[in-house]
């Protein structure tokens, strides 16, 4: 079953390793990070910290990947071949920030064939949206625009973290997303100014992708697990909500500036406050999606598994020895 069943439940794991710990050690690392120094990955460490970053890496990391599928089914269909070049670069970025983040997590002793084999088999998650099929090309520029920006949000935060190695993954990454915004608000600005057939798919594509778009951040903080001693440690530099705020805050704006509609009636910022005020997302249809039942997890991991039975002999060829290490050069 995907996922492993440990969402919303407080996990006594993670007091057994925090309670092992030598609390002078622990007092030293917290000191060091409220310095705002870089943990660096032969530096000490708390299991509990080594834990929910190889958590949180990899999920990461595999969100990257499976999240390349979506669009990545657009590229034969993008309309023309400026957009087909931009989208195949996109797609191309996407597969290599996971490389980044599978080398940061690696910093921390998972191997990457593990990391691998827990997404394959289901153990371990990534994000809730790209369980969504992408219908139309509207879909995929969502994605490139919308989700790409609720992304930035996110990394733009953590890159500021406590980690170094998953720091400066966040910060290349954050610049080639950069780019990827700028192509998606292209992509959606054509469709929402274009022709009334081009801009009811764009319409059609935010009713279907706002939803699955507010879960992106996470649940909201009074429910969220891991939030609190991450924020501590400095892991995450800003909370679910915060980001999600954040996002609204930035967006909203943009969208309703080109005419199109937010399918939350109840979506209204806050004059007072500086607070947007929104539809408590469906937090039960979220939990449904990302431990295994989502319109799209069964095919999503059904084509990362075929990828790597599909490409086990180039990993054998690369590893298997030629008699005495000797190069052989190929026939041909
Ligand atoms: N989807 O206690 P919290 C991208 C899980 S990259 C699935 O709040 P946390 C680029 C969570 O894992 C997108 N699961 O968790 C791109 C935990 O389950 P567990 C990914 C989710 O870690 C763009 C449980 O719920 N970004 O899009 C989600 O403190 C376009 C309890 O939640 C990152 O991974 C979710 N949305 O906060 C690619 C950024 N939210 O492990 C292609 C790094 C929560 O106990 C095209 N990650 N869960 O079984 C983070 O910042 C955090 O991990 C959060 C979740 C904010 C995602």
Same mark, same amino acid.
Request: with cysteine; aromatic share 0%; hydrophobic share 10%.
């Given at each position: 079953m995907y996922g492993g069943g440990q969402v919303f439940e407080p996990s006594s794991t993670n007091n057994e390793l925090l309670k092992d710990e030598d609390p002078k050690k622990l007092a030293e690392f917290e000191a060091r990070i409220a310095r705002g120094e870089k943990i660096e990955p032969k530096d000490w460490m708390p299991k509990l910290y080594r834990k929910q970053l190889i958590r949180m890496i990899e999920q990461h990391a595999h969100s990257e990947i499976i999240g390349s599928l979506p669009e990545g089914t657009w590229i034969t269909r993008a309309p023309g071949f400026k957009r087909k070049l931009a989208l195949m670069a996109k797609v191309q970025d996407e597969v290599g920030h996971a490389q980044l983040l599978y080398g940061a997590a690696e910093?921390? %002793?998972?191997s990457r064939e593990q990391m691998i084999e827990d997404l394959i088999t289901g153990k371990s998650k990534y994000s809730n949206i790209f369980n969504y099929p992408t219908f139309t090309w509207a879909d995929s520029c969502f994605i490139s625009w919308l989700v790409d920006a609720g992304a930035i949000v996110n990394q733009l935060a953590n890159a500021r973290g406590s980690y170094g190695p998953y720091c400066r993954a966040l910060d290349r990454i954050c610049a080639e997303e950069s780019f990827h915004l700028k192509y998606g608000h292209h992509c959606v600005i054509h469709l929402a100014t274009g022709t009334p057939k081009q801009r009811q798919m764009m319409q059609e594509a935010v009713n279907r992708w706002w939803a699955p778009m507010m879960h992106f951040f996470g649940p909201s903080d009074k429910i969220s697990t891991h939030t609190e001693i991450l924020t501590k440690w400095k892991v995450k530099m800003a909370t679910n909500d915060e980001c999600r705020q954040q996002f609204l805050d930035m967006y909203v704006p943009k969208i309703w500036e080109l005419g199109l509609t937010i399918p939350d009636e109840n979506l209204k910022k806050n004059e007072e406050t500086g607070e947007w005020e929104f539809t408590e997302p469906d937090w039960e249809e979220f939990k449904r999606v990302i431990n %295994?039942?989502?319109?799209?997890n069964k095919e999503r991991l059904a084509v990362r598994r075929t990828a790597e039975e599909r490409g086990a002999w180039v990993r054998r060829a690369l590893a298997a020895k030629t008699k005495g290490d000797k190069y052989v050069a190929p026939m041909a």
């Open positions: 910093t921390l %002793g998972k %295994g039942d989502g319109p799209c």
